[in-house]
């Protein structure tokens, strides 16, 4: 907990100094290059913590512990999910950083999708999922002008519905799952 807390907190505090940096990427389908704001992708470290403290206890003594672990689990993803978009709502509140409201969402949707990759991949391996489809998102989630696609919510900006509702569906499916699965042996 207190590195995912940490965590968190470098991430929005890195909001501010990153909000006019870009990852370049190659443009594969031709075209101009592409660019994706950093401030949009750095939320995933926080998945990244999330899901590795997931894997910190010990698997076969959870599977026997009188506690529901599956639900202590699914709560603590839920709490830091919604940690990370209530700090990055205060950075956007305090700097006007649009940004910082658009990483508090991305954060949502990326705990989300850690969840269902833990179940569909196992514990050691939950990040593959998100980290793979930030960069399927990254190459292929933009039309010609740079705009994104529907579906690369990762790439909306902050005031796009579609992409807040696709966040919100992946951390409600995720949670449902973890919370409905006892997923400490995978």
Known sequence: VPTCLLTILVVAA????????????????GGFALTVPIALLLPIAVAIVMAWGLTTGE???????????????????????????LICALVWKLSGVSLALAAGR????????????????????ASVLPASFVVMTSLFGSRVGR??????????????????II????????????????????
């Open 14 to 29: 890195a909001l501010v100094p990153l909000r006019n940096l870009y990852l370049p990427f190659p443009n594969l389908l």
């Open 59 to 85: 698997p076969l003594l959870e599977s026997v512990a009188s506690r529901p672990m599956h639900l202590l689990n699914g709560a603590y993803a839920l709490a830091t999910a919604i940690l990370a978009l």
């Open 106 to 125: 991305n954060a949502l949707g990326y705990v989300g999708l850690i969840l269902i990759g833990r179940y569909i991949l196992g514990s050691d391996a």
């Open 147 to 164: 705009q994104p696609m529907w579906w690369a919510w990762p790439l909306a900006p902050a005031d796009a519905p579609t992409a807040w």
């Open 167 to 186: 966040a919100l569906a992946l951390l409600a499916i995720g949670v449902i799952i973890a919370l409905r699965q006892n997923t400490s042996l995978k």
